[in-house]
């Protein structure tokens, strides 16, 4: 069974940087597209970032320059580094793990952008 466990998420001013990392484990890491959803007060759940098991990214367009999402095979960890965070990141931040009929969650990881 995958298990995807996310931490380092918390309390940040605006203008400044957070990483987030996924922990995969319970399946072999490598095949699967990993993702950072997020989902804000009152809002659906929106895609954040995407990389392949080729290594191919994708960014929603309001992090486009901000965020860069990684991983690493070796340690079965996905990473989302972001920068320049804004107030209107603030959200829960979800790792997914997908692959051909398989779609896993994480229990998600609180971000708050405030002064």
């Known amino acids: 069974q995958v298990q995807l466990v996310e931490s380092g998420g918390g309390l940040v001013q605006p203008g400044g940087s ?3 990392s996924c922990a995969f484990s319970g399946s ?3 095949i699967y597209n990993m993702g950072w959803y997020r989902q804000a007060p009152g809002k659906q759940r929106e895609l954040v970032a995407r990389i392949s098991n ?3 990214t994708t960014y929603a367009d309001s992090v486009k320059g901000r965020f860069t999402i990684s991983r690493d095979n070796t340690n079965d960890t996905a990473y989302l580094q972001m920068n320049s965070l ?3 990141d603030t959200a829960v931040y979800y790792c997914n793990a997908a692959w051909v009929r398989w779609d ?3 229990q998600g990881t609180q971000v708050t952008v405030s002064s």
């Open 28 to 30: 072999s890491f490598a």
């Open 18 to 20: 957070l990483r987030l």
């Open 54 to 56: 080729g290594g191919t």
């Open 104 to 106: 896993y969650w994480g």
């Open 86 to 88: 804004k107030p209107e």
